[in-house]
């Protein structure tokens, strides 16, 4: 079972994803072109309105075109979201000052409960830790 990136930081016209759409919430069809894409292999895709945000998902079944050469359209299981939206938000570190601009997804449909939780695990994954209602950037939480 192999990953392909289709981010959109590595385009490319003979690896290139056209169209991935929620048929319901966690299945999605994707259209694209290369790659070689079978069924079990994973996806990795740039969320719509996002600059560096993206999804894994998981190829179920794939159908393969003749035309245009090379063309596949995938069914695929990954992150169910009623209403996906993408907040912005900035940071800085209690304790050096440094800012981090940084971007996270978070289901509308939860309410506004469910975004603060998204942000902290956005932060998590880009090695930030909170003590005591403070933010701390990694260098200083490894110093």
Not at 107 to 112: K, N, P, R, S
Request: glycine share 10%; charged share 25%; net charge neutral.
């Amino acid at each position: 079972m192999a990953e392909h990136d289709f981010r959109y930081t590595l385009l490319s016209p003979q690896h290139t994803l056209n169209e991935c759409r929620a048929l319901v919430p966690g299945r999605y069809q994707v259209t694209g072109i290369g790659g070689s894409i079978k069924a079990g292999d994973t996806l990795l895709v740039t969320l719509r309105g996002s600059r560096e945000l993206f999804m894994r998902l998981n190829v179920e079944k794939v159908r393969h075109l003749i035309n245009p050469p090379g063309q596949w359209v995938a069914v695929a299981n990954g992150p169910a979201f009623k209403e996906l939206a993408i907040h912005q938000w900035q940071l800085n570190c209690d304790d050096c000052g440094k800012q981090v601009d940084f971007e996270f997804a978070v289901d509308a449909a939860l309410g506004t409960g469910a975004r603060e939780k998204a942000a902290e695990d956005r932060l998590r994954e880009l090695k930030w830790t909170t003590q005591n209602g403070k933010h701390i950037c990694p260098e200083c939480a490894a110093g």
